[in-house]
């Protein structure tokens, strides 16, 4: 994609603040996937250090810079939005979180002026974080299901249920919470959004362990938990479609720049590393494999471009954020089927090992890989929408 001079200023901007900011080495030890969820631990160090860093980033308004200039936003256009997200993956940082990808977006789509003006400009200066309180043990890709009740009391919400698979729970103060508000009504029209302050009373955290065995998700229970009524976004009953404007935005953070970055240490890998007396860049399985990988991140920069071209239109790229999410995560598969094969044994080594390529984050990865089909939707959910809404075939 050709860009404007701002936009190639912007680009070095960008890419200047991180080099000065990130400890050397940062980018070749990260042990976070290209498109995974929970390889990385997320432990208070690592969680603090991000904090700090997305501090100094919402400090030069970039945090929202393409919100509008009233709720703290620069106003920077779309196009901006996707170069910044792009080089903060690329340099394998974590990109700011739920609150102001998801919340503050949907916050200032459907919230009241009151809420707009209590949350967004804390959004903003990154004062605050969400996690994202969707899936239940009965409820995962079938949102619509969830029975988490909030029951009106007085100028309250009292909040009974249960939520799982709860990214870094154990540490953000704020969940970003869908609830059922009246269980009478059809399973799309009785869903409510509330803000629920993570130090309320009766709400227990307790840890899962995935399957990189680090501590990044949770199982939150809700007892009798009391939330006013200004934490309710939007209007009650109405969350479902509130639901639906959120998971699109989180569908377009696909930290595209990630692929990139990792796919380059893992040729450097292969352009210098032998197998049986001969390099790994000449046997011609390797070269096919790894032909095909840049390929294939070449196409998912097509969709990552088209969709923020697509923004800055004016266009809503429903159906072409699901594209971008479903080929985005099928290729983290890829990735690491394609890495653990040319690696051979060594690709089972892991971090910590002496002979562990990539600091050994392939394991990490070929196990990890798997969530990002699952999360923000499954990839047969991505296919669904695609059928229906771009194809415009039958549900059934």
């Not at 394609?338 to 002979?355: E, H, S, V």
């Not at 990002?372 to 939707?377: E, H, K, L, N």
Request: proline share 6%; glycine share 8%.
């Amino acid at each position: 994609m050709q860009f404007t001079e701002q936009e190639e200023a912007f680009q070095r901007d960008v890419e200047d603040f991180l080099k000065k900011e990130l400890p050397p080495g940062w980018a070749e030890e990260s042990l976070q996937w290209p498109g995974g969820y929970g390889s990385h631990e997320v432990d208070e160090e690592h969680w603090r250090f991000c904090q700090q860093l997305q501090r100094k980033i919402a400090e030069k308004g970039w945090t929202t810079i393409s919100w509008p200039s009233e709720y703290g936003g620069k106003e920077y256009s779309p196009i901006e939005q996707a170069i910044f997200d792009e080089r903060l993956s690329y340099y394998r940082v974590p990109p700011p979180g739920f609150a102001a990808t998801v919340g503050g977006p949907t916050i200032l789509l459907f919230a009241s002026a009151e809420m707009k003006r209590e949350w967004v400009p804390k959004i903003a200066k990154g004062e605050v974080e969400f996690w994202l309180a969707y899936s239940e043990p009965g409820a995962g890709s079938d949102i619509a299901a969830l029975q988490t009740r909030a029951v009106e009391q007085g100028d309250e919400f009292v909040i009974n249920g249960q939520k799982i698979w709860s990214s870094a729970a154990h540490l953000i103060d704020y969940a970003w919470m869908a609830v059922r508000t009246d269980p009478d009504s059809s399973r799309h029209k009785g869903i409510s959004l509330l803000i629920v302050d993570m130090k309320t009373p009766g709400i227990t955290v307790r840890p899962l362990i995935n399957i990189c065995g680090v501590h990044s998700f949770n199982e939150v229970f809700f007892d009798d938990v009391r939330v006013p009524k200004k934490c309710l976004v939007g209007k009650k009953n109405q969350g479902w479609f509130y639901l639906l404007a959120a998971l699109d935005f989180e569908r377009l953070m696909v930290g595209i720049g990630g692929f990139k970055r990792v796919f380059e240490l893992f040729l450097d890998y292969v352009k210098e590393t032998r197998r049986d007396g001969e390099p790994l860049r000449k046997n011609p399985l390797v070269r096919y494999r790894m032909a095909q990988m840049a390929v294939q991140i070449e196409v998912a920069y097509m969709f990552y471009w088209q969709t923020a071209w697509m923004l800055s239109k004016g266009l809503i790229p429903n159906v072409e954020a699901s594209v971008l999410k479903l080929w985005i995560t099928e290729l983290s598969r890829y990735f690491a089927d394609t890495a653990m094969q040319i690696m051979g044994p060594y690709g089972q080594l892991k971090t910590g090992t002496k002979l562990a390529p990539l600091n050994g984050l392939v394991p990490r990865g070929y196990l990890d890989c798997v969530s990002a089909t699952i999360g923000a939707g499954t990839s047969e959910i991505q296919r669904n929408i695609i059928a229906i809404r771009g194809l415009d075939l039958p549900r059934k």
